[in-house]
């Protein structure tokens, strides 16, 4: 089996963008490099070190036969994709992730959260990783955090906001777009 270093990839630069409050089906980024319009997607800023974690959860239904009580089918059964990864930065954008529906203003003094139950906020994200000239942008149509960590006070880390955004399928059925800058995956 031939094996290839140069096929391996390190992503270790990147960003996590998410739509704005309000802006309903934003123009999806259609490469993997073009820069993402700013009135229509704002980034979150830092993230730690551990970068993006994605999951996925795959459910079967096994089918067995009388006969022997051998499998005669496996179903795919229910499917659910996550990604996950901390924000490092306080800022307008991640409070207004934290407190969804709640009231966040900005004031002469700094940000004041009239803090409600979360509601329900899908949007477009954008996952964005470099690993020099290579890019992986993957466009996540419509997701919701599905996940709040614990916010952590502590005199020896920063304070971090933990999130997992859960994918959910769009009207045709895409739950998420992933495009690749990769010049030894391009056609020749």
């Known amino acids: 089996m031939a ?11 990147g960003l996590v963008a998410v739509s704005l409050p309000g802006v309903s089906n934003p123009t ?5 490099t073009t820069p993402l319009n700013p009135s229509l997607y704002t ?6 070190a551990d970068g ?8 079967t239904n096994d089918i067995y036969m009388w006969q022997g009580n051998a499998i005669a089918a496996s179903l795919p059964g229910e499917y659910a994709k996550t ?17 969804p529906g709640s009231a966040v203003t900005q004031n ?6 009239a803090e409600k139950p979360p509601v329900r906020d899908i949007r477009t994200w954008i996952l964005h990783g470099e690993d020099g000239t ?12 599905s996940e709040r960590g614990d916010v952590v006070w502590s005199s020896t880390d920063v ?21 690749y800058a990769d010049a030894s995956l391009a056609l020749p």
């Open 3 to 13: 094996v290839n270093p140069l096929g391996i990839r390190a992503f270790q630069n």
């Open 28 to 32: 999806l980024p259609t490469d993997a």
């Open 43 to 48: 980034e979150l800023g830092a993230l730690t």
């Open 52 to 59: 993006i974690t994605e999951a996925t959860s795959q459910d």
């Open 83 to 99: 990604f996950s990864f901390s924000a490092m930065e306080t800022s307008l954008i991640t409070l207004g992730l934290m407190f």
């Open 108 to 113: 002469a003094e700094g940000v004041y959260v």
């Open 134 to 145: 290579k890019v992986q942008r993957i466009i996540i149509p419509l997701g919701q955090i």
């Open 159 to 179: 304070t971090v906001y933990q999130f997992t955004v859960k994918c959910f399928p769009d009207a045709n059925g895409v739950i998420a777009h992933r495009r």
